[in-house]
């Protein structure tokens, strides 16, 4: 593991030496450009190169959208190239790739309908600039606003009203609402990336719960910033999910303690570290929480004094001092703590709390962040129907996505009748509103109080709305 660390280690350095010489020798030229990375795809889209490496040259990161049938994984990846300094995407496909493109469209047609729901949640997740790639059809390639010969394709009209959003809005100024935070963690994906369960064999639990907590704050319609560990500050969030397993650098470990002792409120999960990266002993971690830990995968049915739940265990706690307070149990042992450290809070769990559409699990995520003051915007009163909201100046955009049926194929007929409220007093609204769909064109005129009470909408499958809300 120790060779295998260093090796990546020894990687990023040569990638990153080599990104630079590349921009030396444009620069030598007087070729004054952005300079840009777009890294390989990885299963969470950390790049192979991290982001102090890419701030020390002055590159930027970028990404690609493409649809891989998992809706909660592609707002992950897109939440992740949203929160860097310099949000675009390097690849906004149009169409798609196909070895017999005229019998692909047949079965897998890519409708202006499912360009407009993919270039609406880039936005939404912070997506500021678009490259449309591949806007003209090739020999594998359909569906592109363009064919071609260059004639005008289904696609052409929706990528024009999309081009021109920034007419209406700025674009560059939308800010996200989200207060909460998840953390990657750049050695735990290396580890992941071996594809193997020995020696720590519930890396696998670990990316679960990481999914599993993604899909559960877009179910309680709270919104979330996707975040390197190693090289996000969180100023902009008060709540974090964070990884934790045998092993975390020191400085890692001693970043969550300040995070805590800042009055950041960490939920940890996994197993407590007490080696660092060289698997040399470091509990910096470990003392701070005053707690230790055992692995032990199994299946449990976790409880406390209100309620039980079956639940994925890695472990079980043990306290090694006074400070963390045990909150719930497997049989009498521990596996999730509290301890408080001024204003600050830190959770440690030891087992899949994320609800899988378990109710009472859920039920139980959304009393924690209520008891920590996460609260969300609005509700849905459809589970999987989505809602984001951002902000400009005084305005408010907010987006509706519903991620049921198929991508590919929906059928028109499948309409979701969903009641939106919106939280009108915490946001400031007041009075008469009128919500404009921003590509369509649709009016909806209400008042505050309707919206906080509640307003209905049809949306169908893979349906996106994007709504300025104003006067």
């Known amino acids: 593991m120790i060779k295998y660390f260093d090796w990546i280690s ?46 020390a040259d002055q590159f930027y990161r970028s990404g690609e959208a493409l ?32 070895s017999n493109p005229s019998e692909h469209r047949k079965y897998f047609p890519v409708t202006p309908v499912a360009t407009k729901f993919m270039f609406d949640l880039a936005l939404a997740c912070g997506i500021k600039a678009f490259n449309f790639s ?71 639990e670990l990316l679960r719960i990481f ?33 934790s397993a045998e092993f ?14 800042s009055g950041k409120k960490v939920i940890l999960y996994g197993l407590v570290p007490h080696w660092d990266l060289d698997f040399k002993n470091c509990q910096i971690l470990s003392k701070f929480l005053k707690l230790k830990s055992s692995p032990e995968r199994s299946v449990a049915q976790v409880e406390d004094r209100d309620r039980s739940f079956p639940a994925y ?77 951002q902000r400009f100046d005084n305005s408010f955009v907010m987006y509706l996505f519903n991620p049921s049926g198929s991508f590919w194929n929906p059928k028109p007929e499948s309409k979701k009748d969903v009641i939106v409220k919106l939280d009108t007093k915490k946001l400031g609204l007041k009075g008469g509103l009128k919500l404009t769909e921003l590509v369509t064109g649709e009016v909806i005129k209400t008042t505050a109080n309707q919206l906080a009470g509640g307003v209905s909408f049809a949306i169908g499958e893979f349906e996106s709305r994007i709504y300025l809300i104003g006067k």
């Open 67 to 98: 649809w891989k049938d998992d809706f909660y994984s592609l707002e992950r990846q897109l939440k992740y190239w949203g929160n860097s300094n310099f949000p675009w995407l390097s690849g906004f496909y149009c169409g798609n790739s196909s």
């Open 248 to 261: 975390m650098s020191a400085s890692a470990q001693q970043k969550i303690v300040n995070l805590v002792k």
């Open 313 to 389: 265990l890695l472990g079980h706690l043990r306290k090694s001092g006074k400070g963390s307070k045990e909150i719930l149990w497997d049989q009498n042992k521990c596996v999730a703590t509290r301890l408080a450290s001024g204003k600050g809070v830190a959770y440690f769990f030891s087992f899949d709390f994320t609800s899988h559409k378990d109710p009472v699990k859920l039920l139980y995520l959304e009393e924690l962040l209520k008891e920590n003051k996460i609260l969300p915007v609005g509700s849905t009163s459809d589970l999987e129907v989505n809602l984001k909201l």
């Open 134 to 204: 591949m806007f003209v059809e090739r020999d594998h390639w359909y569906d592109s606003p363009l064919g071609t010969d260059g004639g005008i394709q289904a696609n052409y009209e929706i990528v024009a009203r999309l081009v021109s959003l920034n007419e209406k809005i700025p674009l560059n100024r939308l800010e996200s609402t989200a207060r909460v935070g998840l953390a990657l963690y750049r050695p735990y994906w290396w580890y992941r990336s071996l594809d193997t369960r020995f020696p720590f064999d519930y890396f696998k």
């Open 10 to 55: 020894f990687k990023e350095e040569q990638t990153a030496r080599h990104l630079q010489g590349l921009k030396e020798c444009f620069q030598e030229n007087e070729i004054s450009i952005l300079f840009f990375g777009n890294f390989p795809v990885h299963p969470e889209v950390l790049p192979n190169l991290s982001q102090s490496q890419l701030s």
């Open 211 to 243: 999914e599993g907590a993604s899909q559960d704050l877009s179910y309680l319609k709270i919104d979330y910033r996707v975040l390197d560990l190693e090289d996000s500050n969180f100023e902009q969030c008060d709540l974090i999910f964070i990884p």
